[in-house]
């Protein structure tokens, strides 16, 4: 990583390599999106949502756009978890009002034909927003890469679209386990590579995003989302040993223990279904938490939001911990009510 010294000064490297720090730093998971103005403008003149991701220009700036406003500590890449099979040659669209449109793989015939060789190359434009954000950021600013983990992204790969209950994806891996493995090991392979090309580019920190791990029986938790995910943290940490590595395996439940210890990651992203006690007892002496305010209390807003602040803080920032979200930020929320987060969390005396 450029920049060492710099890195390891950032509040949020701090907290992920174990310390608990002076106050709790603070980002959210869908920071830039359609709950500000100034982010609207920016998607409409892009045209599609993919052509926003792939605009290094465009990209930068709503990435920028809630860092000028709120300050945050940490910056996340704007891009999306389906610009990996995007790459993979899978026909990918964003439909207003829809989310995510992708023609299904159901057969195995499906998954021989995607390629994985080319991933790092169509995804150029990415690493040069990312090298274009490392230029631009305030140096007191962490700079988030990310993905999603390979079960997810097999979720929308596999389903043509989200669904509540990820039945075909499961379908699949109940059915023939041996060839949906081979799906998920074609994941693994191409999202190392774009996360090593992001750390090249300049990220200093990755979050994988397991937002469907939650629907998987233990079983097959262990084998689609903490095998894998372990896998792509032992190839980062080979090229990257210091490298600080966020997991975020939404709906997890009691298995966020086994996942935190056997992924080696540094932080565990806490969904707002966690006790935030519980957390604290069986998960933070294994790794920095973050998380977990429902994004609905941030919609709210009030006396309310600041209960459940404190009742977050009082609980975790006795050892390392990062505040955010249980999920990522809704449209419908208020931008003032961000701001009124941010000086919660920054004024927060227990
Ligand atoms: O600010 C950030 O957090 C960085 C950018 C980011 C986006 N998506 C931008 C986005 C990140 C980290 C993601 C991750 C992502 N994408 C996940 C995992 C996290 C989670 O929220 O569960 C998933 C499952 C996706 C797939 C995806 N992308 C869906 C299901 C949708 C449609 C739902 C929606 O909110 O519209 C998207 C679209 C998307 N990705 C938008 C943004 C800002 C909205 C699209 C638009 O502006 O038109």
């Not at 174990?18 to 500000?36: C, F, K, S």
């Not at 690493?127 to 929308?156: C, H, N, Q």
């Not at 009691?254 to 006790?275: F, K």
Request: a negative charge; one cysteine or more.
């Amino acid at each position: 990583m450029n920049d060492v010294t710099g890195t390891k000064a950032k509040r949020l490297i701090r907290a992920l390599n174990g310390e608990a720090t002076d106050r709790a730093p603070i980002w959210l998971m869908r920071q830039a999106g359609r709950y500000l103005p100034e982010y609207r403008k920016v998607r409409a003149e892009a045209g599609s949502f993919l052509d926003l991701c792939y605009t290094p220009a465009l990209a930068e700036e709503v990435t920028l756009q809630p860092i000028r406003r709120y300050g945050f500590d940490a910056s996340i890449l704007f891009s999306d978890i389906l610009v990996v099979p995007d790459a993979l040659g899978q026909k990918v669209a964003f439909r207003e009002g829809e989310g995510p449109v992708l023609d299904p793989i159901t057969r195995a015939e499906q998954i021989d034909e995607l390629d994985g060789s080319a991933v790092v190359e169509r995804l150029q434009p990415v690493y040069e927003t990312v090298r274009r954000l490392k230029a631009s950021l305030p140096t007191e600013t962490a700079l988030i890469g990310f993905a999603g983990a390979p079960w997810t992204v097999a979720t929308y790969m596999v389903g043509g679209r989200g669904s509540a209950d990820q039945a075909a994806a499961k379908l699949w891996a109940y059915r023939a386990p041996d060839e949906f493995q081979k799906l998920i090991d074609l994941l693994v392979g191409a999202t190392i590579s774009h996360l090593v090309a992001q750390v090249e580019a300049g990220a200093e920190v990755i979050q994988i995003f397991d937002t469907w791990a939650g629907s998987l029986p233990e079983a097959q938790f262990r084998r689609f989302s903490i095998e894998p995910t372990r896998a792509i943290v032992k190839a980062l940490r080979a090229r990257f040993p210091d490298l600080p590595v966020i997991g975020f395996p939404r709906g997890a439940g009691a298995l966020a223990i086994d996942y935190t210890r056997e992924t080696g990651i540094s932080g565990v992203s806490l969904d707002t279904g966690v006790s935030v006690g519980w957390a604290r007892e069986a998960l933070q002496p294994l790794a920095c938490l973050q998380g977990n305010l429902d994004p609905l209390l941030l919609v709210a807003g009030g006396d309310e939001m600041r209960r459940a602040v404190g009742n977050i803080l009082g609980t975790l920032e006795g050892g390392p911990f990062i505040f955010n979200l249980g999920h990522g930020i809704v449209p419908q929320t208020p931008p003032d009510h961000v701001a009124e987060l941010v000086e919660t969390v920054r004024g927060w005396k227990g």
